[in-house]
């Protein structure tokens, strides 16, 4: 009987040993779609939005690649070389000197969220507490790759900066056009940031860490779909307990803000920006005529 309970023992350290040392890697192909059939309410030609489109290619069609073990990961674009004179050209350049893609650290067990990012130069360590997500689980299966994987559903509050999440705004097509164009309208009228969002998640049991990519978590499996609003984010490869070890730690370089602080930060600088767009149309700026 000692033997028994002896070997059970060392069965249970075993696996435990093995938990606490799993890792893996996970690369995720991101794409966010854009509404162009409306996009510049119908002005706009289309070979002027087919270059428009392949401009902001680089910006809507991203890799991010997930290092994670049992409790914490790491999120963040691929690394790649930019060729001078690209497609993106001009604007991302002026993207990417707004606002970097940045570094998300997540800790499940220590609910703790840490976004490293740049803007305007400037380093922040955006720490907020992980709320465990409150999602509908659904027996609905389907296969990515190798894995089985069960579908999830969430209602995600959005907030002014979420970007992916706006939409045109629904508009009355019995309004009196004759009055639409005698009025002056700004550009930001045609479009709306919803309250929240419908998530819908892909998780596989076959990977037992409740992690995901971007913020996502909190799935009795790794996530490897997730799509919301205009956005599709979707495992392409996946390594588990690589031969290199992977190292998770928590990036230090930056103020650390609140989530609260930093979009203050955002909401005054883009206000500046808009005030200086203004004085060198002299014109309004966001505004124009019908």
Known sequence: MKSIVTIFLFLVSITLAAQQDFQGKAVYQSKTTVDMDNFGNGRIPEDRKKEIMERMRSMLEKTFVLDF????????????LEMPGGPSGGWGMRIGGMAGTGTLYKN?????????????????????????????????????GNYTCFKATLLKKTNAFDFAAMRRRNTDENTDKTKDTANTKK??????????????AWYTPQIPV???????????????????????????????????????????????????????IVKKKMEEMREMYRGRRGDGGWRRSN
Do not use: H
């Open 69 to 80: 073990n049992a409790s914490a990961s790491i999120y963040k674009e691929e690394e790649k």
């Open 108 to 144: 499940i067990k220590e609910a703790e969220m840490i976004e490293a990012t740049e803007f305007f130069g400037k380093n922040f360590l955006i720490d907020e507490q992980l709320e465990k997500p409150e999602w509908e689980l659904s027996g609905e299966t389907k296969q990515i």
């Open 187 to 200: 550009v930001t009228d045609e479009i709306e940031m919803p309250k929240e969002i419908l998530v819908t």
């Open 210 to 264: 409740s992690n995901g990519p971007a913020e996502y978590w909190g799935l009795p499996g790794l996530i490897l779909e997730i799509n919301a609003a205009r956005t599709t984010i979707l495992c392409s490869e996946i390594t588990l307990n690589p031969k290199e070890k992977i190292e998770i730690k928590a990036p230090d370089k930056g103020k650390e803000v609140t989530r609260e602080e930093y979009d203050e």
